[in-house]
């Protein structure tokens, strides 16, 4: 896993740009975007449904040391990057989750 927040110099008095949270697989790298960490991806589609798959298969052995169930969202956001009803859901909960951050704060 490598950190996607290199520093760079800044001028002073100047402030520091601050990365949006993504979540997703960027188009443009082809790695999975988590927040600020960046992981890199296959191009394979096949290897990427199966890491997807994998990892939700994994993730119901949460309960399990080293196993847990962070690979559940984990493995849904990877195979929203190929299956149309795994992104549909993506985005609607992406949609749900900010209307709930607007309206609280």
Excluded: Q, Y
């Excluded at 002073?12 to 990365?19: F, Y």
């Excluded at 929203?80 to 709930?100: C, F, G, I, N, Q």
């Amino acid at each position: 896993m490598t950190n996607g927040n290199e520093r760079k110099e800044t001028r002073a008095g100047e402030r520091p740009r601050k990365r949006a949270g993504r979540f997703g697989i960027d188009h443009a790298s082809g790695r999975l975007m988590l927040g600020s960490f960046s992981i890199g991806m296959p191009r394979s589609r096949i290897a990427r449904i199966a890491i997807g798959v994998a990892l939700i298969l994994c993730g119901f052995l949460g309960f399990l040391p080293i196993l847990g169930f962070w690979m559940l969202p984990l493995g849904f956001i990877v195979l929203s990057h190929d299956l149309p009803v795994a992104r549909r859901l993506r985005r609607r909960l992406a949609v749900w989750w900010h209307r709930r951050r607007t309206s609280a704060g």
